[in-house]
Structures are given as C-alpha cells and as structure tokens.
C-alpha cells in the first residue's frame, strides 16, 4: 500500500486525519479559514467532509459532495477543542475567542478576589463577544501596549478607575482610545474628547485674566456653551463645527469683556451704545458675541444690550440639477468609494439629510424586506429606497463594523473608529470634498427639488426639518416652476 498523501493537494506531508482521507497543514488550514455554504445544509462553514447520504454519493460528474461535518455525522475537525466552535481559527487547537478569554482573564483578574475586576467585567464582556475576537488579540499584543498595560493596573488596584487618572496622564491616541472603551461600556462616565479638551484650553485663556473676567467667563463656559455641546454629544449631534464655534464664543466673550475693561465698563454696566461702539472698531457682525449677550441677558447680568437681528436671506440653490444627478449617478457606481461616503453623498443628494444627522443614523432606521426593498426611516415615515442605493445599504450593513468594539450596543449605522461612536461628519465631508461634491449645496439642491414635488407638510415630516423651513423651500419651489412654466408658455 502506497503512503497516504493529502487529499487535497498530493502533498506527502499529512496532518489532519478526516473520515476519508488524510490532508496536509496547508489545505486544513485553507479550509478552516474559507468556509463554504455546505451543500447539504446550506451553513457557511468550513467544508472537508464527503457526504454519506446515498444519494448525495455522485452527481452526474461522478463528484462526491464535499460537506460540513454535521451532515456527514462526524466530529469537525476544525472545532476549537476549548468552546466547540469552528468560527474565529487561530491557534492550532483553539479559536481566538478562547485564546481572547485567556488573556483577558489573566489580564483583568483582580489580585484581591482571584475574579475578573468587578468594574472591569464589562470591558472583559465587551472584548470577549466583539464580533472579531482577533482585533481583541491585536491589540492586546500590539506595541507598546499602554492600554492593555494600564487596565492590568486598574484590575490590580495600582490606578484608581477614573476620568482623573486619564487627567493625568498623556493625551495621546493610545490613552483616549482606553478611556474611550471603559466610557462607552459604561465603566466610566460619559466621555466626549472634542469637549473635554475645552476646559484644559480655557483654563489657560483665563490664566492671564483678571479674577473677576475669568469668573464670568468661565461661569459662561460652564454653565452654557459646554453644557449645550454635551446635551448635543448625548444626542449623538455633537460637530465639530459646534466645538469649534463653542471655543469662538469663549473667545468672543474673553475679548469683549477685555474692551469693555480697557472703556471703563464691565459686563453689567456696558450700554448699548458702548456694544454698537465696540462692534464698528472691530468691524465685526457679534455672530460670536451673540451667545455670550444672550447669556448675559438671561442670566440677568445685563438685561439691557440687544444685538439687531439679522435675517437670514432666502435659500438659494448654487448647483445645478445637471450636477446633482451627475454626483449621484457617481456615488451609485463608483466602487472605490467607501461605502459610508457613498450612502453619506446620497442621504444627501437624494433625501436632503444634514451630514450631521446622517452619521448619528442607527441600524434601526433601516427595514429589511424579504423581498429585497430596503426602507430608511429618516424621521418618521419609512421611505422606500430607490434600486442600487438598496444594494449598497446591503452590503455596508453586511461589512459593517467587523473589527470594532461596542459597536452593537449603539447600533450605530455607521459606527465609527472609536468604541461606542459613530462616524464624525468630518469622515464623510472629507471625502465628498474630494470628488467634487459639496454636501451642503447638495443638499439645498435636493431640497430645491423635494419641495417641487410634494406639500411642504410632507416634506417636512419625511425629512425631519422644521415646517418653517420646509415652507421657505416650497415657496421657492413653486416660483422657480411657475417662472419657468410662464417661460415656456411664451
Ligand atoms: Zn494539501
Ligand atoms: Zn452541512
Ligand atoms: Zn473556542
């Protein structure tokens, strides 16, 4: 009898013994890592079975049907001998979830009890059941591990669990990305980074301040622009447009109060006459004032300064319907485009959403119909989306967040690259910027055409904008068609 051979691929070099044959470490290993549907039983698994079924023996080739080995009754091969599963291969014997579960015990055990950290067990969850054991491996191993290296202290009882000790520490990606994982599985408070670099920043404006400004200032900061910037993180809304405008108010109320300082004045005794004054010399709009006299008025520091309300003019479309459909005839085809841009450019060249709206989007919103329509709920109403957007819509949601963490909870639709957020706008933005579409004017023009087509009431409910806004559309809307059709009646 000749010396058996892979099955496979000939090669002398056996490894795995199977009912049938023997394969060698190669071919198990391709096998184990490109599972199949099963012919017999239709599951995606790793294949290297003959089926016993009689009349699955031979088709008319004289094949014999490779299945699972559920459907040929034997014991799989490829099943991790920890947990019985087949998912996930990454030691010889064992899955990367089981090799996961190791580490992280080891990691997390707190000295005192021999058990996992009691705060620390959600992290311990957390990574344990993300969808991709093996990213939880990386970067338990990626260099120079400060993450993984400061959890083993707090399980130790070596650093306290707190939003304090980040305080203390470096602010660089590696500890963020920590305090951002023990936030968003709720071991420690909610955390935005966009606001909590503001105070740190304002401390140091306020430093060369008189006592009495940096008070008022900072009781404005506090109290209104950062409170406001964290109601909108809690509603997944926060930009960082408003981050950037909160630190512009700051500074705006940091540089008036230094006028009013240099006139003799202070914030509860400037006139009106004075804030006129101060706007001419500086020759600006108090756009970033605004806020600060507001508060100012509001909080009954100064109840008499007014700031003109300016309105805004009428809405006005700057591209063409030539352009908008050319950008989405783009978004629909091009395959080189990440998918969140895609969808991104065409919530907002088709369904006039705001980048801002779109990417605090949840899985939620989206139905599945087992006929393969897909509808998209963007405020009220399901909306049924036109052929290949619900391709696309497939796919991402198939693709989505395979290699992140605490994306499940938030259901986000488009979870972003740290744990528990969603994409920010700039993600998105960025790359619209860069093939020529700009959102904001598309998503005027969408309107522009939306409002063509259906009562402002329904515009406004399908799109979530407010009634007012939805009107000023239509308005624009009607006259536009009634010129051109007035144009065409000549
Ligand atoms: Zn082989
Ligand atoms: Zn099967
Ligand atoms: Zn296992």
Not at 184 to 210: C, F, M, N, T
Not at 389 to 408: F, P, T
Request: proline content about 7%; charged content about 20%.
């Amino acid at each position: 009898m000749s010396e058996p051979s892979c099955f496979d691929c000939g090669s002398p070099s056996i490894h795995t013994r199977l009912p049938h044959a023997w394969i060698c470490k190669a071919c198990r290993r391709r096998r184990h890592y490109h599972p199949q549907p099963c012919p017999g039983c239709g599951t995606t698994r790793p294949l290297a079975y003959r089926s016993t079924k009689s009349t699955d023996r031979a088709d008319d080739r004289g094949d014999e049907r490779i299945v699972c080995a559920s459907c040929a009754g034997a014991e799989s091969v490829f099943a991790c001998h920890e947990c019985g599963q087949e998912d996930h291969p990454y030691g010889a014997t064992r899955c990367a979830r089981c090799f996961l579960r190791e580490r992280l015990t080891e990691l997390l055990t707190d000295p005192g009890t021999g058990q996992i950290h009691t705060r620390l067990r959600p992290v311990f969850n957390e990574l344990v059941t993300s969808e991709r054991p093996q990213t939880g491996i990386w970067w338990l191993r990626k260099q120079p591990g400060i993450g993984p290296r400061l959890l083993g202290q707090m399980a130790r009882g070596e650093l306290e669990i707190s939003h304090g000790t980040f305080r203390a520490l470096p602010c660089d990606r590696a500890h963020n990305y920590l305090r951002e994982l023990l936030a968003s599985v709720g071991v420690l408070p909610a955390y935005e980074p966009r606001i909590e670099r503001i105070p740190p920043w304002l401390d140091q404006k306020l430093g060369p301040l008189p006592a009495d400004h940096a008070d008022l200032v900072r009781r404005f900061a506090h109290w209104h622009v950062l409170r406001h910037l964290r109601n909108m993180a809690r509603q997944g809304q926060l930009t960082k447009t408003m981050t950037d405008s909160a630190r512009d108010r700051i500074s705006a109320a940091i540089r008036f109060l230094a006028y009013l300082h240099a006139h003799g004045a202070t914030a509860a005794t400037v006139t009106q006459e004075q804030l006129e004054r101060y706007q001419i010399s500086h020759a600006i709009s108090l756009a970033s004032e605004y806020t600060f006299i507001t508060w100012l008025r509001r909080s009954g520091i100064n109840t008499r300064l007014r700031i003109p309300y300016v309105p805004a003019g009428p809405p006005t479309v700057n591209i063409s319907d030539e352009q908008r459909w050319q950008h989405v005839e783009r978004l629909l085809h091009d395959q080189t485009l990440r998918s969140y841009t895609r969808l991104g450019g065409l919530f907002t060249l088709l369904f006039a959403q705001p980048l801002s709206r779109i990417v605090a989007m949840r899985t939620s919103q989206v139905t599945m119909h087992t006929d393969g329509r897909v509808d998209v709920t963007f405020s009220t109403i399901p909306v049924q989306m036109p052929t290949v957007v619900d391709q696309i819509i497939r796919d991402h949601l198939h693709h989505r967040g395979q290699s992140l963490y605490a994306s499940r909870g938030t259901q986000w639709l488009f979870p972003g690259g740290k744990p528990g957020h969603h994409l920010q706008t700039e993600n998105i933005r960025a790359q619209l910027v860069a093939i020529g579409i700009k959102p904001y004017e598309s998503r005027k023009a969408a309107l522009f055409q939306l409002a063509g087509e259906m009562p402002a009431p329904v515009l406004a409910e399908l799109l979530g904008i407010p009634d007012s806004t939805a009107a000023d559309w239509a308005k624009l809307a009607a006259r536009d068609w009634t010129g051109y059709i007035a144009d065409r009646a000549r």
